[in-house]
């Protein structure tokens, strides 16, 4: 696959078939992440794939509770704002949003297969998640669908550690947890706002001297 | 470029030639950034373009004593180690990123592009480093080699804002800041620790399952 098919149409993708990921499968996504870099080539990752129904059946109330908690606290302006204006095109995204992630909380136990990255001595995250993208980059060019969380760390990060024998007193953080499968939609690319709204050049806000209407991929490439 | 190849040998290149990158260029890194997924797909994200030379006049000396600080501080144990070792493979290869990251710091003003990502409501860097490591990405595929440094913002972050024009009263942060350059060296497949070393199965310690003892790639794709 073409590196600028899988960076333009590696959207979430949440709802997929519980078929397992083969294990020649699993190792290339996990092959492709370790190549990253990481700060100093310290290489302070530990990356924990679960695909056991028992410790899924374990973690699965758990998630269901942190999305609850989520929809309540830094997502409730946005879901009042959109249930205030169901007609907008904002309103309608965030719908979208919500109802996959709660379908895959809904059912965590029937996705095949998480990947929970551990990171330590890494405050901004830029030591983990080049290589958290990469595992789902390739993921991508394999046919399996990620999508990227990080609320059981947010919000049940003691219980979660237990479930998983992560030791509390070295130092790890959970950065996120990914999930894959199958996924049973289709792969496109996903809305963005264009580079000329979010790109400055020389100071915040400096014109960038050129805008970007369309997406470069495919026609571009 | 195969996506493979962009995984396997996106490495930290920070020798790079004077010569701009051209915009057509620029515009395929930054509209790939765009691409990436971000948490509820907020796209809390701005990108800054650095490549006039009265703007990086002012950022070099404050990246060189960013430098000098980082190597007194988080360096400094594993740079007193390397001096009293310096055979070890360790202190070679810690050695060898160091004098990498001091020319940098040394050719600050001759580097053509920097990047420099803001991000907010992003605790874990999960929303913002995908789009950064997704540019480095599309820059391997056009021959460009980049490097992503965090000391400006942890040293110099006032300082920085203000070169910037960044905002300080709506909640950016500065995630990073990525040098981009057409690279002097060779790409290749940087040394890590395998798969099997860090990686585990159903709990912290849990067997993996199988070992990888060489890159999968190029020879299993």
Known sequence: MDVYEALYTTRAMRRVRPEPIPDEVQAKILDAAIRAPSGGNTQNWRFLLVDDAAVKARLGPLYRDAMRRLWATAYAERIAAAQASPGDPASVSLVRI?????????????????????????????????????????????????????????????????????????????????????????????????????????SWGGDLGYEISEPLWPSAT
């Open 98 to 202: 919500v109802k996959s992630a709660q379908h895959l909380a809904d059912h965590f136990e029937q996705i095949p297969l998480f990947l929970c990255a551990f990171t330590r001595n890494d405050s901004s995250g830029g030591s983990i998640f080049p290589a958290i993208w990469s595992a789902q980059l390739a993921a991508r060019a394999e046919g399996v669908g990620s999508a990227l969380t990080t609320i059981l760390g947010t919000f049940h990060k003691s219980a979660t550690f237990e479930i998983l024998g992560v030791p509390a007193d070295r130092g790890w953080d959970m950065a996120c947890c990914v999930s894959f499968g199958y996924p049973t939609g289709k792969w496109g690319i996903a809305a963005r706002h264009p580079v000329h709204e979010v790109a400055y050049r020389n």
